[in-house]
């Protein structure tokens, strides 16, 4: 999956630390802790009809985040959605529109990565692009990556954070493979997620998941397990050995950007056949019908 250009794009104004800045001229700072050290935790955010989809649930993960890098001056909810609602005015968005939230630890006096060379408080950026679901909604194609997802021993999922090189080697693979995403196993050989979203398995009418042990905690995979919860689909969390991922009835990854895709294939197993599996599309609409109804209203209609 190679996202395309959008010409709607082109003349973005991206939200600098409060400062409104079109694209061509955005810049940050060479003391900033996101160009210093990849210092940052971050959010992927959309905006359906006016309304973000889960905020408090995105805004909570990227506090939590922030708090166990221990950011100084991590600003209010309040600030980051009034942040948020100008850069949606400057830009006359309201629907089908992907927000990064990116929040630094901030401008360093010298270069180094001694936290205590930071004595402003955090930088907050917001660059909301029109973009629909990036995945194509007929499946997405996977190959087990060399590349794994450390245990919290090596550096702790739980933070959302910038730093995605070990996502970025793994996505090389799947690019080298001729396939869109990777599938990235724990250090214990059992699935983890892809490089930029969770997978689910469906076998005998059972829904699956990994734990969050090698993975961040996401704001749709805790959608599908609660809508599993309340419409009685039976489901598991727990460690799934990748063998029992190619014995699967159907796969798929959930994730803000592309939301509720089938998998296809993994490697040389094929899933799901012609069409998305009866779970995934059951999964998949119930999903769509949230997102239409649900959501902080951040845009007065
Ligand atoms: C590594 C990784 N996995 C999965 C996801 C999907 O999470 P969410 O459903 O919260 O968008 C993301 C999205 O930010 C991610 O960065």
Redesign the pocket.
């Known amino acids: 999956m190679l996202q395309k250009q959008n010409p709607e794009n082109k003349d973005l104004i991206l939200n600098m630390d409060g400062q409104l800045v079109h694209r061509d001229e955005a810049g940050v700072s060479p003391f900033d802790s996101s160009f210093q050290n990849g210092d940052t935790v971050w ?2 955010l959309r905006l359906y009809q006016g309304r973000i989809f889960r905020l408090q649930e995105h805004l909570d993960r990227m506090r939590k985040g922030a708090t166990m890098l221990r950011y100084q001056g991590i600003p209010s909810d309040e600030k980051i959605i009034d942040e948020l609602r100008r850069t949606f005015e400057a830009n006359n968005m309201t629907d089908n529109v992907h927000i990064r939230l990116v929040l630094s630890r901030g401008l360093k006096y010298t270069s180094g990565m001694d936290p205590r060379i930071n004595l402003e408080g955090c930088s907050l950026f917001v660059l909301a692009e029109h973009k629909p679901p990036v995945y194509d909604r007929s499946g997405v194609r996977l190959i087990t990556a060399n590349q794994r997802r450390p245990f919290a021993d090596i550096l702790d999922q739980t933070i ?1 954070s910038s730093n995605q090189l070990t ?1 970025i080697l793994a996505k090389m693979e799947a690019i080298e493979a001729g396939v869109d995403d990777a599938l990235m196993l724990d250090p214990d050989g059992n699935m983890a ?1 892809t490089n ?3 997978v689910f398995v469906v076998k005998d009418g059972i829904v699956h998941t990994s734990t969050t042990r090698a ?2 905690e ?4 805790a959608t599908v397990l609660e809508l599993c919860e309340k419409r009685e689909i039976p489901h598991q969390i727990r460690d799934i050995p990748v063998a029992e991922v190619h014995e699967a009835d159907e796969v798929f990854c ?4 592309g939301e509720i895709v089938p998998v296809v294939q993994l490697d040389e197993t094929v899933f799901n056949r012609e069409e998305e599996g009866p779970v995934t599309g059951r999964i998949a609409s119930l999903y769509t019908a949230l997102t239409q109804s649900e959501g902080y209203r951040i845009i007065q209609e």
């Open positions: 959010e992927g959302h996502s997620e930029a979203t969770h993975c961040p996401g704001i749709t995979r959930t994730g803000t950007m």
